[in-house]
Each structure stands twice: as C-alpha cells, then as structure tokens.
C-alpha cells in the first residue's frame, strides 16, 4: 500500500511540475499527507504546528514526554519549498534557511524546556524539501549531520526516512516518550 500512496504522490508531482505549485500547494499536497503517514496528527497544534512565516520554519514537530519530563518538546523544524524548487537549491539556499532555523531555535529560545538534550547538547531534526526530495538532518548543539535523502520514488531509503521522521520513532530517538497511544513503529503500512 505504501508503495502505490508514494508513487501515485510521485506521479502527481510530475503531472503539477509547470502549473506552479507554491510552497502552501506543497505543504498541503505532498507534505502534509506524509506526516499524517507517518504518524503525525496535523490538525493538533501540540504534535504539528504552522508557523506563521518570516523567521520562521514553515512546519515544526513536537512530542510530550511522560511522567516527570510531561513537557511539550519541539522535534523537528520544516522548511517547505514549492514542488519545482530544484535539488541544488535544497542542498544550498534552503538548507542555509533550514540552518538558521535550527540554530535559532536550540540556542535563542526564551522557553529552553521546549529543547531537548542529548548527551548534554540541544538537539533538533531538520527537513528541507519540495514535496519529491525530503533532505534530513541532525543539529546537535553547533553541528549538523545529514541523515539521507529521500525521493518519492526511491525504495531503498524508504526504511530510512521512516525511522528518521515516523512519529514514534523520531520521539523514542530524541528521548521523548510517545504520547499514550504511540507504540513501535508507525508509518505509511
């Protein structure tokens, strides 16, 4: 099933490559969907949240921890781009927006409960994407590394990108817990 959702995007993506699909085109046709796939609740502003532009990321994840550490945690940080942004531009000029987005975030922040900590440094995901390329990274404190690309077509990173981005996963990764209900892995079954 996951394979016919992601080549029937993949194949809505070519069919819409000229018509001029901006990024709120991308967020609400390709991006948006995948979250929800993957787990992500994308009408419940504590798990999914869209920023209201400028400085912002276009999309930000969190999770709850459970217990003592009950706390909303900001996961992940999304840049969108529209559907024919190319790929050179994703690897430079947005991911430069992506990166100062992520280091704004785990240093700037006036609420630094919202960071998580791992092995003593801020931690953050990050994506970059058009819709067919997802490029994904780790901020740790003041590096960064890539952690794959992933294209709608492309089988062989599919594993990847669920465990880096499925909700479950990206939440047990960082040492947020799964809000009750999340258990194992979750993604585009």
């Known amino acids: 099933m996951a394979d016919t ?17 901006f990024e709120l085109d991308t967020t609400a046709i390709f991006v948006e969907p ?6 992500w609740e994308t009408l419940d502003h504590g798990q999914v949240d869209r920023a209201p532009g400028g400085n912002h990321p276009d999309l930000e994840l969190y999770g709850r921890g459970e217990g003592r550490d009950a706390t909303i945690k900001r996961a992940a940080v999304i840049e969108v781009k ?8 994703l690897r430079e000029d947005a991911h430069e927006h992506l990166r ?3 280091h704004r975030r785990l240093n700037n922040l006036p609420n630094h409960d919202w960071v998580v900590m791992l ?5 953050l995901c990050g994506v970059v994407t ?5 490029r994904i990274y780790d901020f740790c ?15 062989r990173d599919r594993a990847t990108f669920l465990e880096i981005l499925g909700r479950g996963q990206l ?9 009750p209900g999340i258990s194992g892995q979750q993604g585009l079954d």
Do not use: H, M
């Open 130 to 134: 058009n819709g067919r390329t997802w």
């Open 100 to 102: 100062g987005y992520a």
């Open 82 to 89: 529209g559907l024919e942004t190319r790929d050179p531009y």
């Open 5 to 21: 959702y992601l080549s029937d995007l993949a194949n809505l993506a070519d069919r819409l490559v000229g018509e001029g699909a």
């Open 141 to 155: 404190g003041g590096s960064r590394e890539f952690r794959c690309c992933f294209g709608l077509q492309a089988k």
């Open 34 to 39: 995948l979250l929800r796939g993957l787990g």
């Open 171 to 179: 939440l047990t990764r960082l040492g947020i817990w799964p809000a």
């Open 119 to 123: 092995r003593g440094q801020p931690t």
